[in-house]
């Protein structure tokens, strides 16, 4: 069984930064070979996703947030990452990871993590 913990929200104010985190386990030889994403929620809102990266490295980011984060993973420590830079008060939200398992494509989701950003 596969779980996620992220880690490193917090409030912070517009303009500055903050790194997420998330950390697998469970997951054995096959999270090089799975898909990972970062999703976030606001109250009263739907989770939308954030940002992509493949197993072969490749990216994706939601038009709000293009050139302002970066997604990365680091495989040797199942671990992905979230950079943001020049965060803004809509990107509050709870951030959650996801993990599409390979080659059954079962999705797990991390327990989320807060990221406030105050004008």
């Known amino acids: 069984q596969v779980q996620l913990v992220e880690s490193g929200g917090g409030l912070v104010q517009a303009g500055g930064s903050l790194r997420l985190s998330c950390a697998a386990s469970g997951s054995g030889s096959t999270f090089r070979l799975s898909a990972l994403g970062w999703y976030r929620q606001a109250p009263g809102r739907q989770r939308d996703v954030v940002a992509t990266i493949s197993s072969s490295l490749r990216t994706n980011y939601a038009d709000s947030v293009k050139g302002r984060f970066t997604i990365s993973r680091d495989n040797a420590k199942k671990t992905v990452y979230l950079q943001m830079n020049s965060l803004k008060p809509e990107d509050t939200a709870v951030y959650y990871c996801?993990?599409?398992?390979?080659?059954?494509?079962?999705?797990?989701w991390g327990q989320g993590t807060q990221v406030t950003v105050s004008p």
């Open positions: 996801k993990l599409t398992d390979w080659p059954t494509p079962n999705d797990y």
